[in-house]
């Protein structure tokens, strides 16, 4: 059974370099740089038998002349090059990098970058609306029949609900300091604050929605209860 492991490259082009892909079979660990694990187009091959791949190489060779594993001295002349050719890559049988996506296709290299770019059909997609991950070719169908939210992504988190209580707290606090008879509906507020408060953290996204939505009337109405005496006040003639 092939292995699952993901493995990278590097060196072979934008298409390919550092994607984590899957070898069928799994490219033999020897193959691969030593200490970072990727499989480079120009490697090199140490002394004592520690492979590393460009980077790593001319990184180490800029601080010591020592293997960055075992610590042994090497000479440049010991350094042997290994270097693969990018056609040998293509030739190399991966899965499709959809394949945690469901799709099962097994080819060459050089066939599954076509696949992937104009025929593969489990690329996914995060609906617009809700936030949640499902293949490209389902979401129409998704929205369409029904999408469990109603707004855009951010529009309504617990950080927006937050502080609309604040805002509201904050509104009824200057307007009690000016009448001791509205400390009880800001202590009413506050209990229901509280009360919600303590909800906000195991909310899904709808239920958050709808909560915001009740605490809109609720704080609406608040308001209006403490400011409606004045705006009589001010609305009736002396």
Request: hydrophobic letters at 45%; a neutral charge; charged letters at 20%.
């Amino acid at each position: 059974m092939a292995s699952a492991c993901a493995q990278s490259v590097f060196g072979f082009g934008a298409d390919l370099d550092r994607r984590p892909t899957i070898f069928v079979p799994a490219l033999p660990s020897e193959s691969s740089c030593s200490l970072c694990g990727l499989l480079s187009a120009a490697s090199f091959m140490l002394p004592c038998w520690h492979l590393l791949c460009g980077s790593c190489f001319y990184q180490c060779r800029q601080i010591s002349d020592r293997c960055p594993l075992d610590k042994r001295v090497f000479r440049q002349e010991e350094v042997a090059p290994a270097l693969i050719k990018k056609e040998a890559i293509l030739g190399f049988r991966i899965r499709c990098w959809n394949s945690g996506n469901g799709c099962d296709a097994v080819d060459a290299v050089s066939v599954m970058l076509d696949h992937f770019a104009n025929a593969c059909m489990f690329h996914t997609m995060n609906c617009q609306k809700c936030g949640e991950k499902m293949l490209h070719r389902e979401l129409p169908g998704h929205v369409m029949s029904g999408c469990a939210a109603t707004w855009s992504p951010g529009m309504y988190d617990k950080g927006t609900l937050a502080s609309s209580f604040l805002n509201v707290k904050e509104t009824l606090q200057k307007t009690s300091r000016e009448s001791a008879s509205l400390q009880m509906v800001l202590a009413l507020f506050e209990l229901r604050m509280y009360e919600m408060k303590e909800m906000i953290d195991h909310l899904s996204a709808t239920a958050l929605l709808f909560l915001l939505r009740r605490h809109e009337a609720f704080s609406d109405a608040i308001v209006w209860a403490a400011l409606k005496p004045y705006a009589c006040l001010n609305a009736c003639p002396g």
